[in-house]
T-cell receptor, first 114, second 112 residues
Framework: ETGVTQTPRHLVMGMTNKKSLKCEQHLGHNAMYWYKQSAKKPLELMFVYNFKEQTENNSVPSRFSPECPNSSHLFLHLHTLQPEDSALYLC?????????????FGSGTRLTVV | GDSVTQMEGPVTLSEEAFLTINCTYTATGYPSLFWYVQYPGEGLQLLLKATKADDKGSNKGFEATYRKETTSFHLEKGSVQVSDSAVYFCALRTGGGNKLTFGTGTQLKVEL
């Protein structure tokens, strides 16, 4: 247990479905992140939130919609996904702007789009 | 901008062999350096870190020394085990910003 909890661990969804990924941390961190990890590709930073405000969106398609209601929770809402969106989605948190600290990652949600 | 370069994998070793995974970096500021490990089906876990030049991070028999003169942070272990089979990511973070910049990862396979 890392302190960052992601649910569900596995998700299979059709291209017309709507689903949400959840991430929760109680480490007192104020920055939260969504990453996408696809086979044989580098980690892709998708979104960054600082103190609940989105500070970075790395040209992510609108079919991915993040939500950060408070500093402890982060969601990724999914709709009308494509098969190429199948990947491991990782959530992470950190103290913001503290270079001495890395990120704490969750175990990820393995998403399969059929 | 900041970047991290890791050696290509996979690296395949026999149990009890010596491990080195090379990592070099480019940074505009004065970064902290990290190694993360990802076991199959899991997220990334922080393995070790170093926050200033000549610091040595160590954990679970793994070591890495922050070499500012060569901008490197190579990961070493004296005797690997099958259980060390995983993907290893080198990363850096500079002050004043959130961003943790990752290398592409190096897969390690340890065989009996």
């Amino acid at each position: 247990e890392t302190g960052v909890t992601q649910t569900p661990r596995h998700l299979v969804m059709g291209m017309t479905n709507k689903k949400s990924l959840k991430c929760e941390q109680h480490l007192g961190h104020n920055a939260m992140y969504w990453y996408k990890q696809s086979a044989k590709k580098p980690l892709e930073l998708m979104f960054v939130y600082n103190f609940k405000e989105q500070t970075e969106n790395n040209s992510v398609p609108s079919r991915f919609s993040p939500e950060c209601p408070n500093s402890s929770h982060l969601f990724l809402h999914l709709h009308t996904l494509q098969p190429e969106d199948s990947a491991l989605y990782l959530c992470a948190s950190s103290p913001p702007t503290e270079a001495n600290y890395g990120y704490t990652f969750g175990s990820g949600t393995r998403l399969t789009v059929v | 901008g900041d970047s991290v370069t890791q050696m290509e994998g996979p690296v395949t070793l026999s149990e009890e062999a010596f491990l080195t995974i090379n990592c070099t970096y480019t940074a505009t500021g004065y970064p902290s350096l990290f190694w993360y490990v990802q076991y199959p089906g899991e997220g990334l876990q922080l393995l070790l870190k170093a926050t200033k030049a000549d610091d040595k991070g160590s954990n679970k028999g793994f070591e890495a020394t922050y070499r500012k003169e060569t901008t490197s942070f190579h990961l070493e272990k004296g005797s690997v085990q099958v259980s060390d089979s995983a993907v290893y990511f080198c990363a850096l973070r500079t002050g004043g910003g959130n961003k943790l910049t990752f290398g592409t990862g190096t897969q390690l396979k340890v065989e009996l």
